[in-house]
């Protein structure tokens, strides 16, 4: 989460201990956007909870992720990664993947 989130060790830890006291800048915030609407777009994609929880983990063998699992794309803690998973998702909401 650290990495996907571009969060240091140090901020993780206050935020656990204390939510109300970080701040995050515009980049984490961009990137924290797309962390909710992937869970959006997967909340209404599935009917049920595991699949919305699991997509993220599950391998997926669709050109673009090749086998791997969306979370271990955005792992990477490339912001294009996020913007690119994001974009598959999003399709798979609007129908446009197939």
Known sequence: MQRIL???????QKYKANPDTISMDDDQLE????IANI???LRIIFDNQENV???????????????????????SGKF?????????????RSGQWG
């Open 6 to 12: 571009r969060i240091p060790r140090s901020t993780f």
């Open 31 to 34: 990137r924290l956007s797309y």
């Open 53 to 75: 929880q699991g997509f993220m983990s599950m391998e997926n063998k669709n050109a673009y992720f090749e086998g791997r699992a969306p979370l271990s794309i955005i792992s």
């Open 80 to 92: 294009a990664d996020l913007y690119e998973v994001f974009c598959r998702v999003d399709a798979l």
């Open 39 to 41: 869970h959006g777009s």
